[in-house]
């Protein structure tokens, strides 16, 4: 069976600073990856997917993540974060075949100034 | 575009009462999931439907909980003699043929 794992349920950071939310991945195959992202009183939105090709893959607002095989990872990445990024976010697995996705417990980020 | 709609935004029942949470999907996309979300166990699947056909319930409570999709404009997903435990926020979404998901805001069941 395959998992997602965020080890971080929360993370600070400083405005402008730079972040990285972790993603692991429990899956034999060759999975497809995505991050979303839950901001306040808002609905999940997708900020950037895998399904195979270049591992680093770029998604909205600066936001790129990096896949690695190796590692069975998919961390998020941002070089300067702003205040309006402060939201949940959920990395997913979903495999070749098979329309359900599984989903991180999510990663709280605050963002402070 | 509206995305996808779900109705109503708040819902509370008292213990033993029914609930019947709606979703109308992206017009145009083949798919639509249900999920459950809560502070305590996250996300949660549980249920799928392809060109309006169930396909996998995997994660339906088996007895009080039913999805249907009568036409390619809606889903409902009812419960049955509601319980404290089935207090959560039920998410909606739909997806089209590049399988990226659309979320909806959201039904937040209270259940007293």
């Known amino acids: 069976a395959q998992s997602v794992t965020q080890p971080d349920a929360r993370v600070t950071v400083s405005e402008g600073a730079s972040l990285q939310l972790r993603c692991k991945y429990s899956y034999s195959g060759t999975p497809y990856l995505f991050w979303y992202v839950q901001y306040p009183r808002q609905g999940l939105q997708l900020l950037l997917k895998y399904y195979s090709g270049d591992p680093v893959v770029q998604g909205v607002n600066g936001f790129e993540a990096e896949f690695s095989k190796s590692n069975s990872s998919f961390h998020l990445r941002k070089a300067s974060v702003h205040w309006s990024d402060s939201a949940v976010y959920f990395c997913?697995?979903?495999?070749?075949?098979?329309?359900?996705?599984?989903f991180g417990a999510g990663t709280r980020l605050k963002v402070i100034a | 575009n509206a995305g996808v709609i779900q109705t109503p935004r708040h819902k509370v029942t008292g213990k033993g009462q029914e609930a019947t949470l709606w979703c109308e999907p992206i017009?145009?996309?083949?798919?639509v999931f249900w999920y459950r979300q809560t502070i305590v166990q996250g996300l949660e699947f549980l249920t799928y439907f392809r060109n309006q056909a169930p396909i996998d319930d995997s994660g339906m409570p088996k007895e009080r909980f039913s999805a249907q999709m009568p036409n390619q404009s809606h889903s409902t997903l009812k419960i049955q003699s509601t319980q404290p435990q089935d207090s959560a926020v039920y998410l909606c979404?739909?997806?089209?043929?590049?399988?990226?998901?659309?979320f909806g805001h959201g039904t937040k069941l209270s259940v007293l």
């Open positions: 979404a739909s997806s089209s043929f590049d399988e990226r998901l659309f």
């Open positions: 017009s145009g996309h083949s798919a």
């Open positions: 997913v697995l979903r495999r070749a075949g098979n329309y359900k996705y599984v």
